[in-house]
């Protein structure tokens, strides 16, 4: 399948991700994940936007790459100003921030291969929220490190907090 053939589908009460080609469907969010996500993309959308930064997304599809096509619908995502481009097909290239709430159905291997499409892609950060361990990630190319108070990714998003207390009320 293809990132067109893919924007094409009709409306079927799924998500939907391509991963090389193949088509990945996955259920609606639950309220937990839902709630969660939410509110990082809120958070990041508005702060961006304030301090123009660039734009920050809820889900939204990135083509990651092609032939075979991968597209990626981070729950929360931001692109730097100067690479913000208007399309109305799925977003060329990678966003310089993705985050992922894992859902209950995802294993940490499923998690993980989304991390390294996006970083091979070019994203700088993936963040991985993990609810019910009440857990968060930050990967970079250079490593993982865990989020103990604060979610601040400075070198993406400078001045950007958002208190664990507040991701998880």
Do not use: C
């Not at 609606?28 to 809120?42: D, Q, V, Y």
């Not at 920050?56 to 729950?75: E, H, I, N, S």
Request: proline share 8%; aromatic share 8%; glycine share 8%.
């Amino acid at each position: 399948m293809t990132a067109d053939e893919l924007l094409r589908m009709k409306k079927d009460g799924y998500r939907h991700e391509l991963v090389r080609g193949e088509l990945k469907t996955m259920p609606l969010a639950g309220e937990e994940h839902s709630r969660i996500s939410t509110n990082i993309a809120t958070e990041l959308r508005l702060y961006t936007q304030q301090k123009l930064l660039g734009r920050g997304y809820g889900p939204v599809g990135f083509l990651l790459f092609q032939d075979p096509d991968t597209v990626r619908a981070p729950d929360a995502s931001f692109v730097r100003a100067e690479r913000v481009v208007r399309t109305p097909k799925y977003y060329p290239g990678a966003p310089d921030l993705a985050v992922e709430v894992m859902s209950p159905e995802e294993t940490w291997p499923e998690i993980l291969e989304k991390v390294d499409d996006y970083l091979r892609a070019g994203t700088q950060v993936v963040v991985i929220v993990d609810p019910p361990r009440k857990h968060v990630e930050i990967h970079r190319p250079s490593g993982v490190t865990k989020v103990d108070d604060g979610l601040a990714v400075e070198d993406v998003v400078p001045g950007w907090r958002l208190p664990l207390s507040d991701l998880f009320e």
